[in-house]
């Protein structure tokens, strides 16, 4: 099986070198191949299972409780602004 | 010292025969002294450790006896500690210093336990061996020339080499369960949602399983004492009461039911592993167990769904880091988390959902309804955890296939959530081996009775690595 390289690093957002480009796909394409097996299953009126704990539902009460100071949520961030994370903008123009 | 369980340690310490500062500062030598060898911590946190030392001896002052209090530990380096640099053995995390504990750190803090400092790992929890950690391989106590299993690397390290008296683990796939078998520890996957998953940093969300080592099984269970239960911040741990988990730890195997898979005997299988298992199961007889063959038909299907399931929600965990509030930027990932964040991108993208990440869910239920089946007719379930005895750094290295195909007889517990306690049950080329036991969800107490009997007759575990 075939797997595009460069479409799927750009989905997940990954910069890749071009070199690591032809080692990937070898190695994805490879356990693709492998996994592709589950199609001998036979699948028909069977549900998901995305979770096996059975729980559903489960709510709280939306009570303000203690959490972190702005300083500390921020002190880790590389750019600050007014105390605010500073994040590049996401439009082109900008 | 030599060969100290966390039991033996509680006695010496409510008797005053040493203090927790001591029995810290006697730990802490070791770990000096043998951890270049094996690189099994990261950080070491010793002024902490000393200072937590310091309040547990008031404690054991004033009367007190918790299971856990003033016993010195290591944390897999994927625990949020406050103010301890946490770095899942990630370049991306190399100089993040957590705001906040997580719930298991906080619940062993409140416990009065020590934390030594934080052990080695695939990074981010990706790999059977250890050899994935950007800041380099844990070597096996018992023969440093070959792999300690992993993701958990460090951390049975720690345990067997007397680094520490236990050490916590994650367990997705196996992390706890192979590495325990590969450095001859009691490993401990818990049922899925049995420990809070809050503040261990996620790989794979529907199976991450919160456990850890220790050398012997009871000492695992007075550690679990102190980890179980429901917590607010993570909503998948249900409200089942914890029971005293060594209250009945001598119970016994009379008339107990023990499944033996065989789908999990097939031809791979080291056919010495094949015999040590049957050797056990041969104790449980004499001890009164009866042992009946089940069947679990689609246990080849499983490494097949993990690598699905288990990519797809890697994929979407490690989106997070973006190097906005903490951390590096993306080009840091090492090459194992860089594939496994695009083959999970892959079965999730459009058009390959459905061959993939649909399909792979469906299986899950099959897989789900074989062990639900078994344990109609049985109480447990034995196995072995590896196919393999450990092999040499590096062999695997080049070929991830293979070492995911080491993952084969783990893998099945967390998709369906059932708890398991790997054991050792001996040494093969001098390398140890060890065997897993399933039960229903939330049987921890029966699984404990159940290796308790096992290691009272063949205690593997006193025989430690010659450093």
């Known amino acids: 099986m075939k797997i595009n390289i460069s479409h799927v690093a750009k989905l997940a957002n990954l910069p890749l070198l071009d070199s690591e480009k032809q080692k990937f796909e070898t190695q994805l394409s490879s356990i693709l191949d492998y996994i592709a097996k589950l199609n001998e299953v036979d699948t028909s009126n069977v549900k998901d299972t995305s979770q096996v704990t059975g729980l559903e539902n489960i709510l709280r009460e939306d009570k303000p409780l203690p959490s972190l100071s702005q300083k500390d949520a921020l002190f880790q961030a590389k750019t600050t602004h007014n105390g605010f994370f500073a994040v590049k903008g996401i439009f082109e123009n900008e | ?467």
């Open chain 2, 1 to 467: 010292m030599n060969n100290l369980t966390i039991k033996d340690a509680r006695e010496k310490l409510t008797k005053k025969e040493i203090s927790s500062v001591e029995l810290t500062k006697h730990y802490l030598t070791i770990v000096k002294t043998y951890n270049e060898k094996l690189n099994a911590f990261l950080t070491i946190s010793e002024k902490e450790a000393l200072e937590q030392a310091e309040s547990a001896d008031k404690r054991i002052g004033e009367g007190d006896s918790t299971p856990l209090l003033g016993i010195p530990l290591a944390l897999k380096d994927i625990y949020v500690t406050k103010g301890i640099k946490t770095t899942a053995a990630s370049k991306v995390l190399e100089e993040y210093i957590p705001q906040y504990d997580g719930t298991a750190v906080m619940l062993l803090k409140n416990a009065g336990a020590v934390i030594l400092g934080k052990t080695n790992l695939d990074a981010w929890a990706h790999g059977s061996s250890g050899e994935n950690s950007d800041f380099g391989p844990t070597k096996n106590p018992y023969n440093t020339a070959f792999v300690p299993g992993g993701s958990s690397s460090g951390s049975p390290v720690t345990v067997a080499s007397e680094m520490a008296l236990a050490a916590s683990g994650t367990d997705t796939g196996g992390s706890i369960r192979l590495p325990a078998s590969f450095c001859n520890v009691v490993g401990l996957k818990p049922t899925y949602g049995r420990v809070s998953r809050y503040g261990v940093i996620a790989m794979s969300s529907s199976l991450d399983s919160i456990g850890h080592f220790t050398k012997t099984v009871e000492d695992n269970a007075m550690y679990l004492q102190v980890t179980a239960g429901s917590d607010p911040h993570d909503a998948t741990t249900p409200p089942v009461a914890v029971p005293n988990y060594t209250k009945n730890i001598a119970k016994g195997v009379k008339g107990l039911r023990i499944g033996v898979p065989k789908e999990y005997f097939i031809e791979g299988l080291d056919p010495r592993i094949k015999k040590m298992i049957e050797d056990a199961l041969k104790v449980y007889e004499k001890l009164g167990a009866e042992i009946i063959e089940v069947s679990l038909p689609h246990t080849s299907y499983a490494i097949e769904v993990y690598y699905i399931v288990q990519t797809a929600e890697v994929s979407s965990n490690l989106a997070r880091y973006d190097g906005i509030r903490f951390g590096k930027d993306r080009s840091h990932f090492g090459d194992e988390a860089k594939r496994r964040i695009m083959l999970g991108t892959y079965v999730l993208s459009a058009g390959y959902y459905d061959a993939f990440y649909k399909k792979a869910m469906q299986v899950r239920t099959l897989l789900k309804q074989d062990f639900d089946k078994a344990f109609k007719t049985v109480d447990v379930i034995i196995a072995p955890v590896s196919p393999t005895i450990p092999w040499k750094l590096g062999d695997k290295a080049d070929d991830p296939l293979a070492m995911y195909l080491s993952d084969i007889f783990t893998v099945h517990a967390n998709l369906v959530g059932v708890p398991g306690l790997a054991i050792p049950v001996g040494f093969i080329d001098s390398l140890p081996v060890g065997m897993q036991i399933f039960g229903p969800h939330f049987s921890e107490e029966k699984l404990y009775q159940v290796g308790f009997a096992y290691e009272a007759v063949n205690p593997v575990w006193k025989e430690r690595p010659n450093l």
